[in-house]
């Protein structure tokens, strides 16, 4: 049996308890509003904040497939990419 450590700390135990990519997240257990700004020049930099913490996250192309096959409307930071940018990949033409 696995000595796991006596804690209440709930970051801890989010990421112990979820072996799923979604458990190994940078962002698991942080304060969503980061990755969801609004607009203007806060946003800018609320995005810039945002993608610097996917840019460290192992698991951030599991999360950039998984945003992408969601149905639109897209909202957010995700897998590194703002909603616009990920449209873009979605939508490119593709050279065949
Ligand atoms: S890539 Fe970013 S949004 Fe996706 S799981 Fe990692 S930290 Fe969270």
Redesign the pocket.
Known sequence: MTDLPITDDPLFWTATLDRT??GR????G?DTDL?FADRGNEAKIQNAE?KA??KE????F???ED?LNEPQPWFG????LTAKERRRIKWRPRIR
């Not at 997240?25 to 698991?28: F, G, L, S």
């Not at 996250?57 to 951030?60: D, G, I, Y």
């Not at 930071?77 to 590194?80: F, H, K, T």
């Open positions: 990519w979604r997240a940078r962002c698991a942080m990755f945002a913490i996917c996250c192992q698991v951030r599991e999360c950039l945003a930071v995700r897998g590194g």
